[in-house]
């Protein structure tokens, strides 16, 4: 009687195995994150400074002490923070220590890109170094008269870096800091 029963069960299982197996088994496809950000305006920087340019309107802007700032992106929950130092016959230096800020961050960057910026009309020269990798700055940028400003930038998020999750909001803040270095114009 046992022999009775394993013949239906083998030819059952056989024909089940052998019917389950025909398919094609397809990865399913990558999933991306679907970001949106406000449309870009842009206003002039409202506090007396030194310089001025222009900021995006839905940022918040910090008031500093030796006129310096912090441009915070509340959603995005970063800021890019202003220094700024009056060239004194030291223009060599600011140039040297701003370079060493961004090369700090070599460590854990896989690529560090810089771009040239040169405005003559407005004598306006300076870089913008663009960091990959899970470094704490993706963005640092600097410029300069030459003869009696400097202002440097660096752009910080709030969290752990991890430059895949974060990579859009540094392409969205990246055009404000081209917009803030096309906009610079020195007041003195």
Known sequence: ?????????FIFSFLFISISCNDDVLPKPKGY??????SKKYKKLELERPYTFKVLENSKIIDKTNNWLSIQYPNLKASI??????????????L???EKLVFK??????????????????QVFGSMYEITGNAASHLQFHITDSTK??????????AKPNYDSILPAVAYIKEDVL???ETTAWKN
């Not at 994150?33 to 406000?38: A, K, Q, R």
């Open 33 to 38: 994150l679907s970001l949106t950000y406000p």
């Open 179 to 181: 917009k803030l270095m």
């Open 96 to 98: 040297k220590e701003a």
């Open 105 to 122: 961050h070599a460590v854990k960057a896989e690529q560090i890109v810089p771009k040239d910026f040169t405005n003559y009309q407005k």
């Open 1 to 9: 009687m046992c022999k009775k029963n394993t013949i239906p069960f």
């Open 149 to 158: 400003n400097f202002i440097k930038g660096s752009l910080y998020f709030y």
């Open 81 to 94: 923070d202003i220094t700024y130092r009056p060239v004194q016959n030291n223009i060599t230096e600011l």
